[in-house]
Nanobody
Framework: QVQLVESGGGLVQAGGSLRLSCVASGRSIRTYALGWFRQAPGKEREFVAGINWSGGTTYYADFVKGRFTISKDNAKNTVYLQMNSLKPEDTAVYYC?????????WGQGTQVTVSS
């Protein structure tokens, strides 16, 4: 069993940056491929970024490539999502998930709002 708790969301102006964190507890995340998803009002949840268990391989949705960076710290059981050059269309609830390719575990989500 894995519990995921996100933090770091908030309100930011377009062009700004935020860093989301997801702390895993209950079991080491070392062997999990983790990911971030997001869901905007009235839209389906969509994949944003994923990272393999070793942290050596990352995957991104086209709409965030070059702006977002996913990373993990196994010693801290934490995965991060650094978000730069934020756009109003990035406004959504962001969720941490494990494993990212077929999520079994989800966090409660953290709200990101980007104002224009």
């Amino acid at each position: 069993q894995v519990q995921l708790v996100e933090s770091g969301g908030g309100l930011v102006q377009a062009g700004g940056s935020l860093r989301l964190s997801c702390v895993a507890s209950g079991r080491s995340i070392r062997t999990y491929a983790l990911g971030w998803f997001r869901q905007a009002p009235g839209k389906e949840r969509e994949f944003v970024a994923g990272i393999n268990w070793s942290g050596g391989t990352t995957y991104y949705a086209d709409f965030v490539k070059g702006r977002f960076t996913i990373s993990k710290d196994n010693a801290k059981n934490t995965v991060y999502l650094q978000m730069n050059s934020l756009k109003p269309e990035d406004t959504a609830v962001y969720y941490c998930a494990a494993p990212y390719n077929s999520p079994t575990y989800w966090g409660q989500g953290t709200q990101v709002t980007v104002s224009s």
